[in-house]
């Protein structure tokens, strides 16, 4: 058993902001998997994939960015989740625009849900796969990671998705998660 966690924000006014980029890779995935991304559950919206067997929770929490930990927590702890067993798919603006970077672990580097979740497990030990946002040149890092993606970077975004969209795929089916690093860092 498996969960991939997509950060985000809630609401239609979020949907195509750069620090909603973990929600979109769960609608990627969840269109992978034909399942829907509909019931609610621990402050979060869920969808339950199978894929060889294996059963895969995919998780768009509810609480807003900063309180994500609140939503993983709750539901690791009551499908009892093993930390290898998490994925959590988040933003990163130190990275260029779509580049895709897998860690196993490591510090929140300023991003509030990634330090929520740290919170909440009281580790620092969760696989993440970061998708870049780019830092913005002129302007405030709110409003960055809060405004659409821009026209020209439709390709990189999409191209980072689709090569995500693999990585979680190698990882669902076992791959392990050095090697996972090593083909797709």
Sequence with gaps: MKMIVGLGNPGSQYA???????????????KRYDTT????????LTGTAWVDGEKVLLVKPQTFMNDSGRAVGQLKAFYQFEQEE?????????????????????SAGGHNGIKS?????????????????????KQRVVDWVLTP???????AILAGLDKLT??????IHGMDFNALMNKYN
Aim: glycine letters at 6%; a positive charge; zero cysteines.
């Design 16 to 30: 195509k902001t750069k620090h909603n980029i973990g929600f979109m890779a769960i609608d990627r995935l969840a």
């Design 37 to 44: 991304i509909s019931k609610q559950e621990f402050n979060a």
């Design 86 to 106: 998490i994925l959590i798919i988040q933003d990163d603006m130190d990275m260029a625009m779509g580049r895709l970077r897998l860690r196993p672990q490591g």
């Design 117 to 137: 979740i740290i919170n909440v497990l009281g580790t620092q030990r969760f696989y993440r796969a970061k998708i870049g946002i780019q830092h913005p040149q």
């Design 149 to 155: 993606f821009a026209p020209d970077d439709q390709i």
């Design 166 to 171: 693999l990585a979680a795929d190698d990882w």
